[in-house]
C-alpha cells in the first residue's frame, strides 16, 4: 500500500523536544525530496522543511531555522523532524509530504504548559 504514516506527535511543554517520524511504504523513497508541513486552527498549511533524496539538501522555514532538523534514513524509508526548543506558536497538526505527491494523514503537536 502506498502512504506515509506520521507519529510522534503530542504535548510538549514550551522549550521541549520532539521528534516526529514519517514513514513510507509502496513507493521507493530514496527518490524523492520530503518534506514537513504544518497546519495551525485557522491558517493555511504552511511549508516547515525540505530535505533532498540523498539528504544533502536541506531547507527550513523562517520560523523554525536553527531550532528543528529535517533528517532521513533511505534504508528504513523514514523522514523524521526532530524539533528543539517549541514554542506555542509551533501547535498544529504536522504533515509529511514526498516529492511523488503523496500526504500523510498528519499528527498533532501540541505546545502548552
Known amino acids: 500500500q502506498v502512504q506515509l504514516v506520521e507519529s510522534g506527535g503530542g504535548l510538549v511543554q514550551p522549550g521541549g523536544s520532539l521528534r516526529l517520524s514519517c514513514a513510507a511504504s509502496?513507493?521507493?523513497?530514496?527518490?524523492?525530496?520530503m518534506s514537513w508541513y504544518r497546519q495551525a486552527p485557522g491558517k493555511e498549511r504552511e511549508l516547515v522543511a525540505t530535505?533532498?533524496?540523498?539528504?544533502?539538501?536541506?531547507n527550513y522555514a523562517d520560523s523554525v531555522k536553527g531550532r528543528f532538523t529535517i533528517s532521513r534514513d533511505n534504508l528504513k524509508s523514514t523522514a523524521y523532524l526532530q524539533m528543539n526548543s517549541v514554542n506555542p506558536e509551533d501547535t498544529a497538526v504536522y504533515y509529511c509530504?514526498?516529492?511523488?505527491?503523496?500526504w500523510g494523514q498528519g499528527t498533532q503537536v501540541t505546545v502548552s504548559s
Open positions: 509530504y514526498a516529492g511523488n505527491g503523496l
Open positions: 530535505i533532498r533524496p540523498f539528504g544533502g539538501y536541506t
Open positions: 509502496g513507493f521507493t523513497f530514496r527518490n524523492y525530496a
